[in-house]
């Protein structure tokens, strides 16, 4: 079936740094991605959508310049927190929908991330 | 208003009880219904989807939906739940964001805990 590879699962950054988290589909096209984010005990937020070769749409209240998103290829996405802070820790999970398909999301399996 | 309600946030069963976890759907959206399953600190599993077709709809470890339209819900059933059945189950439903394009957006989760 189809397979969505997260990296890294975690990662610990002090306050300031940049951090890229990458979303790789292993087993098939996505032509679009989508990053959550998901605070403790919460549901999944959508904060961005991404498609390949063009800029990524974000969502209401989400710092594009901040989540930066790219989408380089049909297999890969990244999310980059630029100048992290403390606020931006949380968990991070991405999703690939297949080129063809009904309907089926795929999802990674999530990035904790710190900022220390 | 909120595309997808799920109304119990915690649900305590015993081991081997039948469960039901209640979702209902706004009627302004899409019928393209999902529920997923969240382990501790990992994404989200598929466990069934509703497109179109039979109302009754079956999925992985067990578990099946039905949806209804009258009553805008797709609760998820399962007639003998095991201690392996503790996660957070979320509802989704696709919904076109202000971009036109399609999203999954989710319910606020229901923490189902077996008990032994």
């Known amino acids: 079936g189809a397979v969505v590879s997260q990296h890294p699962s975690r990662v610990i950054c002090k306050s300031g740094t940049s951090v890229k988290i990458e979303c790789r589909s292993l087993d098939f096209q996505a032509t679009t991605m989508f990053w959550y984010r998901q605070f403790p005990k919460q549901s999944l937020m959508l904060m961005a959508t991404s498609n390949e070769g063009s800029k990524a749409t974000y969502e209401q209240g989400v710092e594009k310049d901040k989540f930066l998103i790219n989408h380089a290829s049909l297999t890969l996405s990244t999310l980059t927190v630029t100048s992290a802070h403390p606020e931006d820790s949380s968990f991070y999970i991405c999703?690939?929908?297949?080129?063809?398909?009904?309907?089926?999301?795929?999802f990674g399996s999530g990035t904790r991330l710190t900022v220390v | 208003a909120q595309s997808v309600t799920q109304l119990d946030s915690q649900v305590p069963v015993f081991e081997e009880a039948p469960v039901e976890l209640r979702c209902n759907y706004s009627?302004?959206?899409?019928?393209?219904l999902f529920w997923y399953v969240q382990y501790p600190n990992q994404g989200l599993q598929l466990l069934l989807k509703y497109l179109s077709g039979s109302t009754l709809v079956k999925g992985i470890n067990g578990f099946e939906a039905e949806f209804n339209k009258s009553q805008t819900s797709f609760h998820l059933r399962k007639p003998s739940v095991h201690i392996s059945d503790t996660a957070e189950y979320f509802c989704?439903?696709?919904?076109?964001?202000?971009?036109?394009?399609?999203?999954?957006?989710f319910g606020t989760g229901t923490r189902l805990t077996i008990i032994p």
């Open positions: 009627s302004s959206v899409s019928v393209y």
């Open positions: 999703s690939a929908r297949p080129v063809t398909g009904n309907y089926g999301y795929t």
């Open positions: 989704a439903v696709i919904e076109r964001s202000n971009f036109g394009n399609e999203k999954l957006t």
